[in-house]
């Protein structure tokens, strides 16, 4: 069964009913959905999906079939869209569709400068509301039905039937219309293409993704004002260091997930991912950070070295070094002579996907065990954690997190870009770390998945030693091929590169002996400089 369902107008999870996005939003549904994942895991517990993708194109044909179902039976059976609260009055924008049961909700609405929205497209609806909280306009009244023979009786009335979807699924079955009948031949039947051009009409047939892009632009009331592009400039300029170039830097809005407001994105990163806050500090947060420190200082060299080398040189993908350590040899990946590096950025990113709730195959269930069982006793809940593996198993389903589409980030690339993000305390507000210290925190952690990587394989049974062997080989193969592992490689040489050419415009400033700064050729005497600054 699939988690996500459709009516008419809206899409939401059928499991707790929960509102995704509206069919008029412009809004990915495939980002929507995985956001839901993260949020509420238990609503996939017992789907059927295959991949974000997979659930989004389905929810997507149901609403198809719904909208059509809606329009063919508009004043029949179709009490399964909503709930039973009845109608409400709201009011609706009529640029954006957007419903308002409070005045003051649309009134910021439209003035807050957010949208291109104004008051004079508001205008009051009276709607039934959707199983997913959505107000819909009241359908129209059915068409008037004319007569010209006496109407059959009930016993021998054929005409043909169309039932709403039930509230499990929400998935439309139409019956197929029967035979010409002289009482099919008496009732009004509503097209809901009329008045649509022969081409539209083949374009709305088509399933051609391109398609049918093209055809919701082409009936949109307004075009889009900027491109994603150019909004991404627009949302970074405020943090792009002077003398650097906006286009540099412009990808990393999209990293993100393209936030509302990037600041209050960073701000939600950095609490839940700071280890030393200790407003929620509890036994299970305490018993990770021991534990992370435990494996990574004493059991995560081993692993690596019980890798094979054909292992470890599928896991390297790129020779990055972190801290002028090499974390290569002859082609394979090596682990760093010391864990200190790693050990802060370990603590801060399974810190923040335990605090987000990240959905990790029997994480949970680890847990609640050492809280029942190891209450008060932290060296027996780090030895259980440990010894589990499910620290490894944490990094690596992060890593192999698949995206819904190119546009959308994932759990690594949206946590490691709020990492480039330095708070400066005194002055309250984010800059950009320099590209060299940026370049040397991604290959960190890159090096940090890609131990995860090696302890998930180090700890595969498996009976026979040929499938073994290829359990273990695909293990590494699809590490290699993981689309966290190819961001973080192209993160560190795009950094890397935009450090040498920033470092190559910036001329060197140093100081002698004697007091005198030179900037570049150029030497400023300390007696000029003690009269400019006294």
Known sequence: MHPIGATHIDFGCVVCNTLLKQYSQDSLLSRHIAQHKRDHPLCFDNSSITSIADCAHEAEKCLRVNQSLFQRNHSGDTDGFFDTSGEIAVLQCGRCSQCFVKKKAADDHVRLGRTKCSGSEMRPITGPVTIFGTVCPAPPTKRPRIDTAPAPAPAAATSPTIHTPALSHLRAAITPMASATPAAANTSIFNPYLGMSRLQFDMFQSTNPAVQRALRAAKSPFLQAESKYQMSLRMMKPFVPIGHDADDYAHMYADLGRPDDIVAKLNSFHQLSDIGSSQDSTFIVDVLIASIE??????????????????????????????????MYNGCFNFRRSANGLLKLAKSFIVFLWRSHYHVDGWKLIMDLVEEECVGDVDKAVAVVVDSGIIAEVLVTALLEPPSSAQSPTVISEWATAQMFLLQKGKNEYRICSPAGISKTMAAIHNLVRVGACTHIAKIEGGDPHSFQAEAEGAAMRVRRAVGSSWLAGQIRTWRDIEARTTSRTPPTTTDECGNVCIGSEKLQRSIICQLIP
């Open 294 to 327: 435990e494996y990574f200082t004493n059991h995560a060299k081993d692993d690596v070295k019980r890798c094979w080398p054909n292992l470890r040189a599928m896991i390297q993908m790129t020779s990055a070094t972190t801290d002028g350590e090499d974390n």
